[in-house]
């Protein structure tokens, strides 16, 4: 590594607390679409998109062009202190193509975690229930309550003490680790008896298609039951969509595949942005307007920029098709990817949906030697599951066809080079 890099190494370590972890050791100068480059101009491919962020690609012209149009006329007023016409457009957007039964309203905010505090404070407010059930391998956020909520304790739980109370985890189901939908209800009924009195509980979440944990899709079984359980007490069912949201499984919204089990609040944030930070809540009009004012809010929440690059955002998804070509990339990976699977016994399983793909691996050391390889070759790639052997795949929708191409062969590559190991206490 040049005198430069190690210089600003150097520089972030003194400065930087050791608990913001950080993979990469090259600093990156500009960015367009899936390509980063670095202050050396060498170039990288990005299958991470800023951990789901960017489905739309980096610096998309449309969103660009909407935002420095917006710079212009004014960057903050606080809406709960001087209201603005495009937040309320762009929650009337979000509730037109959200799968809410019935009448919606929504609220802006700013993160992912933010989006999930509020959902559950509406959630309480409507009930006036304290309980919450989410999964094993969740992961929810970094704020007090969203670590409760997460269902993976290193590195997000350990060393900051008790969390807030009132938060139980059931089991999600994975076929590959042998937990059945069967096993999930069981284990919250296992809630119900031992823990807290379905009466008490005001609301059930889960990701439709877990992200951290490792791209686990709820099957259509345990959505509908969920949805009859909840249905039954009384209790209200919350889809975080933070990652799952906005093309990325082929449809605008994962929950968009359980018309039979739509739920009563969702979070979306992440891609709803295109890199600009904005999160929402959308539920069932009764539900929301439960809090009363003053209740939600936020100085930040639905910033004048970060809803100028949402409206774009959504009329790129629509008019570049990204569903369709979320569907049609990620289709082009799994078969990469089975072919690996034939061709190296280290593969475990292939699952997501759309462009929510993932490759699980026996080991974590072998997915980091993956993921170091094709590093080398300049195409970044994201690690997650709970043992943290599982590689994920989060490329822009928008990435160029012979780019994506490209990228493929050096995935290929990287595990063929992964083949040889016999030292890390795997089976090559």
């Excluded at 990652?243 to 082929?250: E, K, P």
Aim: proline share 4%; charged share 20%; aromatic share 8%.
């Amino acid at each position: 590594m040049d005198n430069q890099y190690s210089a600003l190494n150097a520089r972030k370590q003194q400065s930087t607390p050791r608990g913001v972890g950080v993979m990469c050791q090259w600093y990156v100068e500009r960015a367009e679409n899936a390509t980063l480059w670095d202050q050396e101009g060498r170039e990288f491919i990005d299958f991470a998109g800023g951990i789901a962020v960017l489905n739309t690609g980096h610096c998309h012209p449309k969103i660009m062009a909407a935002v420095t149009e917006q710079l212009g006329k004014f960057t903050h007023t606080a809406y709960q202190v001087v209201p603005y016409e495009s937040y309320i457009s762009l929650v009337e957007r979000l509730i037109e193509r959200a799968p809410i039964a019935g009448p919606a309203k929504a609220a802006l905010f700013t993160t992912g975690a933010e989006a999930v505090e509020n959902a559950i404070k509406i959630a309480r407010a409507a009930t006036k229930r304290h309980g919450v059930i989410t999964f094993s391998g969740a992961f929810h956020g970094r704020s007090f309550m969203t670590m409760a909520m997460t269902g993976k304790t290193a590195p997000y739980k350990r060393d900051f003490g008790v969390m807030p109370g009132g938060v139980f985890h059931a089991r999600y189901p994975v076929a590959i680790n042998n937990v059945s939908v069967d096993d999930a209800i069981e284990s919250l009924e296992e809630i119900f008896s031992a823990d807290i009195a379905a009466h008490d509980v005001a609301a059930i979440v889960l990701e439709p298609v877990q992200g951290e944990g490792g791209f686990n899709v709820a099957p259509q079984a345990l959505m509908i039951r969920l949805r009859q359980i909840c249905d039954e007490h009384g209790i209200l069912l919350i889809a975080d969509e933070v990652q799952t949201g906005f093309a990325r499984t082929g449809k605008l919204f994962a929950m968009d595949y359980h018309p039979e089990a739509k739920p009563d609040l969702m979070t979306m944030a992440k891609s709803l942005g295109g890199g600009f930070p904005i999160s929402a809540v959308v539920g069932r009009a009764e539900v929301m307007d439960a809090p009363a004012p003053g209740g939600l809010g936020g100085t930040y929440a639905g910033n004048p920029l970060a809803v100028a690059a949402a409206h774009a955002v959504l009329d790129v998804i629509e008019e570049e098709k990204l569903c369709e070509r979320a569907n049609k990339l990620g289709a082009e990976l799994v078969n990469v990817l089975e072919d690996l699977k034939d061709s190296h016994s280290f593969v475990r399983d292939i699952r997501g949906i759309g462009s929510m793909i993932a490759v699980e691996l026996d080991t974590a050391e072998r997915a980091k030697a993956i993921q170091d390889d094709a590093m080398s070759k300049n195409l970044i790639l994201l690690t997650c599951g709970k043992k943290a052997n599982v590689i994920r795949f989060l490329y822009p929708l928008t990435i160029p066809d012979a780019q994506f191409q490209a990228a493929l062969a050096i995935l290929k590559q990287s595990f063929d080079a992964t083949s040889a190991l016999k030292n890390m206490g795997v089976t090559a």
